[in-house]
């Protein structure tokens, strides 16, 4: 059988990955999306992680799946959310991310279980979120934190 070559280069991968990246964000931002909305906002997420998944390294594999799991909070689909957060977690602790990665995976993983209608979870999410993010350097990361973890009703 003859072998396949990826018709995209390594560059275009990355190109598009950060493209759809960003384009998810521009539709969460979006105070009404639609059906069709809600739709593409899901696939870009999952385009971008795809993307990410040619030619990134474990930082943006854990990145992208944290974008999934914000997807699918945003969406109210608490178990893909759950699911998606807890392989962002996963991935910035075995492969020693560093602590803005890890309290974020612990933002993802309070979010979903905010949404899965657990507040105890994501109160003790929350609470490990906030003792990661206490220790990061950069204050602008961690004031990033803050206002996300905000976010979480």
Do not use: C
Request: aromatic share 10%; proline share 3%; no cysteine.
């Amino acid at each position: 059988m003859p072998r396949r070559t990826d018709p995209i280069d390594p560059a275009g991968h990355r190109r598009l990955g950060a493209y759809l990246f960003n384009r998810t964000w521009d539709l969460m931002a979006k105070k009404r999306r639609n059906r069709s909305e809600d739709e593409e906002l899901l696939l870009t997420a999952y385009a971008s992680r795809y993307h990410w998944s040619r030619v990134g390294r474990p930082l943006n594999f854990s990145i992208g799946e944290w974008q999934l799991s914000r997807v699918y909070s945003v969406l109210g689909q608490a178990e893909p959310a759950l699911s998606h957060g807890r392989r962002s977690l996963e991935l910035a602790l075995r492969h020693g991310l560093g602590k803005f990665y890890v309290a974020y995976g612990y933002e993802a993983l309070a979010r979903a279980s905010a949404v899965a209608g657990s507040s105890r979870a994501s109160r003790r999410y929350m609470a490990l979120a906030r003792r990661v993010g206490k220790s990061i350097r950069n204050s602008h990361e961690r004031r990033m934190l803050d206002e996300d973890l905000a976010t979480i009703r």
